[in-house]
């Protein structure tokens, strides 16, 4: 009787293991997730903004000094 009780609490110790780890991994990929978010906006933001200097540039016929 000891031996199955124990298989099943094991059992169950592990099913409770796996859950909580299992959560853990679920936090931390929407956590990257939003991460990820943030940097694109980010990079969108800055390609923006070189895009608008790009123009600005080309509109005043500007040439980098020394070329």
Known sequence: MFWPMLAV????????VLGVLGIRVFIE???LGRQVTRTTQR???????????????ARTG???PGR
């Open 9 to 16: 609490a094991l059992g169950f110790l592990g099913i409770a």
């Open 43 to 57: 990079i969108n933001r800055a390609a923006e903004d070189l895009e608008a200097a790009a123009a600005d540039l």
């Open 29 to 31: 990929a929407q956590r």
């Open 62 to 64: 500007e040439t980098l």
